[in-house]
């Protein structure tokens, strides 16, 4: 079965930091590029920042609100995808999901989410 | 930057009857465009890709259409299970991948 499972979500202080990870099964994940999206409360949909495969130099790309702040890494061998968090204000507050493209250019694939919450 | 913008912000419709979901991008973004449907407490799924081509497993009543800057996702039937919140996005695999603000459907 194809899945993405995030964890390492939680509470933190404004200023502070968290890293997410996201666990792939049942596809080929060295083959794939590996996105975040968040939703904050009552908000829509973001994208938060894109990795490449290795073949093409893992290449990141990230969305204004989080660039500077927010680094994407990924380890091929154990099939993971992280999201390192810093400078964290209220605003980052959402559920992040990890998200990618199988056979598609668009979003196929979808993990059930986890919740960051950053308060005082 | 592209902007995508959907009407309405909240839709009231029956049960049985036809739902119309409209997404305007600020320039054109070609077929690259995407639509999902968000419940409470459950992840993201991909509904219409390409903006016309359904995804794998989604029912015959959905489907998209347009070109350019104007789409739209039609449910031709509802069913309960359909009420939602529904995105447009727009991908071009060039670090662009801007969602909509999402429309509301709700039962009337």
């Known amino acids: 079965e194809v899945q993405l499972v995030e964890s390492g979500g939680g509470l933190v202080k404004p200023g502070g930091s968290l890293r997410l990870s996201c666990t792939a099964s049942?596809?080929?994940?060295?083959?794939?590029?590996m996105h975040w999206v968040r939703q904050a409360p009552g908000k829509g949909l973001e994208w938060v920042g894109r990795?490449?495969?290795?073949?093409?130099?893992?290449?990141?790309d990230y969305a204004a609100p989080v660039k500077g702040r927010f680094t994407l890494s990924r380890d091929d061998s154990k099939n993971t995808l992280f999201l390192q968090m810093n400078s964290l204000s209220t605003d980052d507050t959402a559920v992040y999901y990890c998200t990618t493209s199988i056979s598609l250019d668009a979003f196929e694939i979808w993990g059930q989410g986890t919740m960051v919450t950053v308060s005082s | 930057e592209t902007v995508m913008t959907q009407s309405p912000a909240t839709l009231s419709v029956s049960p049985g009857e036809r739902a119309t979901l409209s997404c305007r991008a600020s320039q054109s973004v070609s077929s690259n465009l995407a639509w999902y449907q968000l419940k409470p407490g459950q992840a993201p799924r991909l509904l219409i890709y390409g903006a016309s081509t359904r995804a794998t497993g989604i029912p015959a009543r959905f489907s998209g259409s347009g070109s350019g800057t104007e789409f739209t996702l039609t449910i031709s039937s509802l069913q309960s299970e359909d009420f939602a919140v529904y995105y447009c996005q727009h991908y071009n695999n060039l670090s662009t991948y801007t969602f909509g603000q999402g429309t509301k459907l709700e039962i009337k």
């Open positions: 990795i490449k495969r290795k073949t093409e130099g893992e290449t990141k």
């Open positions: 049942g596809f080929t994940f060295s083959n794939v590029w």
